[in-house]
T-cell receptor
């Protein structure tokens, strides 16, 4: 596809439910990131994949958050037993190469807005 | 870890005037500083970036300056137009390949260009 695609665009969950958010990165992009963006704030790093390897998960707020990218392309962010504080926009981003290669900017999807009631 | 502060949080300018947004960062190892524009309901879109070996970069009506000594960088938009109205984020990253050179973002500046 032309850009990073995320689904669903909106998700409403009752407190305690599990949710799964999907990210389709740009084809061939090696690096994939998940960010969490609370209302009125900047995106905050959650986790990073290089191909299928999850190299950094230091930003995941609790063990209720889990991410995977089993075949090095599509990624899923799963949140178990959702809480109200999980309400945010979850952004996925991808980059062609690992690291800061020249002409390899980070491309963001439009995000999934999660509302926990 | 890295901390990025951004000011102002809101900025209202008259069409045709200039807008300036300033950011400071804490980690002297940071070497890449992109700026993103985010419109309502969309993801951040890269508008310009600068690396630590460069002091200034321009692209048409937008420019970014970097002062490594003071650890601050700024975005300048000249001849503002209504379509420049959006939220702008600065970010910083350092060359840490194991972390994918992850970006740390500022809190954002909501820019409103009044016609």
């Amino acid at each position: 596809g032309a850009g990073v695609s995320q689904s669903p665009r909106y998700k409403v969950a009752k407190r305690g439910q599990d949710v799964a958010l999907r990210c389709d990165p740009i084809s061939g992009h090696v690096s994939l990131f998940w960010y969490q963006q609370a209302l009125g704030q900047g995106p905050e790093f959650l986790t990073y994949f290089q191909n299928e390897a999850q190299l950094d998960k230091s930003g995941l707020p609790s063990d209720r958050f889990f991410a995977e990218r089993p075949e090095g392309s599509v990624s899923t962010l799963k949140i178990q037993r959702t809480q109200q504080e999980d309400s945010a926009v979850y952004l996925c981003a991808s980059r062609h190469r690992p690291g800061q290669a020249v002409n390899s900017p980070l491309h963001f999807g439009n995000g999934t807005r999660l509302t926990v009631t | 870890g890295e901390n990025v502060e951004q000011h102002p949080s809101t900025l209202s300018v008259q069409e045709g005037d200039s807008a300036v947004i300033k950011c400071t960062y804490s980690d002297s190892a940071s070497n890449y500083f992109p700026w993103y524009k985010q419109e309502l309901g969309k993801g951040p879109q890269l508008i310009i970036d600068i690396r630590s070996n460069v002091g200034e970069k321009k692209d048409q009506r937008i420019a970014v300056t970097l002062n490594k000594t003071a650890k601050h960088f700024s975005l300048h938009i000249t001849e503002t137009q209504p379509e420049d109205s959006a939220v702008y984020f600065c970010a910083a990253s350092k060359p840490l390949k194991a972390a994918g050179n992850k970006l740390t973002f500022g809190g954002g500046t909501r820019v409103l260009v009044k016609p």
